[in-house]
């Protein structure tokens, strides 16, 4: 998978990479910043995306596209289509423009609005990657779960980063019965779960 990912797709990797680095180093909190996960936790989600079972990829917070195109290599393996979403304008223009540079088009649909509205449309969840505002995880997060399938993953992002913010969520979400969970310490902290259908029938939770 990663000893053959497509030039197009390294290319704007590339680009994204850079303009992220130059946002940080600029320092200046901007609205437009790409806040975009490293390229460690895009290979881990690669590898995660490509161990789900088969069923609907979601992204949840889109940025510039740049974690879409890792969850892409392990889907064009499996010859199955990301659903990514994005509220923020000048992201969604961004992110057209990264899916149109990589040749990926066909393997991401981008939708334009809040994710929580359009969350309950997908009823065969394999895969959810959560990277959007902390102040939505938690209902996001509970608009999924119901949905996701017996083995599916979900995963957020930020949970170490910002612990002050998200501590009470990974809280939660492990003493969930529905799922197994765990925190992994990779990039800013992804928290990673699995449906656990078994354990969610017998506390009457799904």
């Not at 460690?40 to 990829?57: C, D, N, Q």
């Not at 928290?191 to 969610?200: D, G």
Request: glycine share 6%; with cysteine.
């Amino acid at each position: 998978m990663f000893h053959n990912i497509p030039l197009p797709i390294l290319d704007r990797m590339t680009q994204l990479e850079e303009t992220d680095t130059r946002d940080r180093q600029d320092g200046t909190p901007r609205l437009d910043r790409l806040r975009q996960i490293p390229p460690e936790t895009g290979r881990f989600l690669a590898l995660m995306a490509a161990s789900a079972p088969k069923g609907e990829f979601l992204e949840i917070g889109t940025s510039a596209g740049y974690s879409a195109l890792w969850i892409s290599i392990a889907l064009q393996e499996r010859s199955e289509k990301l659903h990514t979403f994005e509220a923020m304008p000048a992201k969604i223009t961004l992110a057209r423009e990264t899916f149109r540079l990589a040749n990926v088009e066909n393997q991401i649909k981008l939708i334009a609005g809040d994710a929580r509205e359009h969350l309950p449309d997908y009823k065969n969840i394999a895969f959810c990657f959560l990277d959007a505002e902390k102040e939505s995880y938690a209902d996001c997060y509970e608009l999924t779960i119901p949905n996701l399938i017996s083995g599916g993953l979900f995963l957020a992002d930020n949970v170490i980063s910002h612990g002050d913010e998200l501590g009470f969520f990974v809280k939660r979400v492990s003493e969930d019965p529905r799922v197994d969970a765990a925190v992994v310490p990779i990039g800013k902290g992804l928290l990673l779960c699995r449906k656990n259908l078994q354990k969610a029938r017998l506390f009457g939770k799904v």
